[in-house]
């Protein structure tokens, strides 16, 4: 049973920069795409982004192209989503997930 744990988020202002980590435990990134999206309050969860793990490759929906950048660290079994000139907008609870399996979320809360 793989286990998905984020970490990373606070509160920043508009502008600033944020790194999340997703650490997988119990099992391997290998098989499966990691998946970033995002819950703001209020909203449905959108997509971010993600990477294919096995080839890097990673895909941003519209919003965050050009100032996220997603990452991997086959030894630490880690996603990363790098979020740069950050905007209240992007307030949201950040997940990351793999297949079925999910993590709980961190909370990015960007201040104007």
């Known amino acids: 049973q793989v286990q998905l744990t984020e970490s990373g988020g606070g509160l920043v202002q508009a502008g600033e920069s944020l790194t999340l980590s997703c650490v997988a435990s119990?099992?391997?990134?290998?098989?499966?795409?990691v998946a970033w999206s995002r819950r703001a309050p209020g909203k449905e969860r959108e997509f971010v982004g993600r990477?294919?793990?096995?080839?890097?490759?990673?895909i941003y929906t519209d919003a965050v192209k050009g100032r996220f950048t997603i990452s991997k660290d086959n030894a630490k079994n880690t996603a990363y989503l790098q979020m740069n000139n950050l905007k209240p907008e992007d307030t949201a609870v950040y997940y990351c997930?793999?297949?079925?399996?999910w993590g709980r979320g961190t909370q990015v809360t960007v201040s104007s």
């Open positions: 997930n793999a297949g079925h399996f």
């Open positions: 119990g099992g391997s990134f290998t098989p499966y795409s």
């Open positions: 990477i294919i793990w096995s080839i890097g490759d990673p």
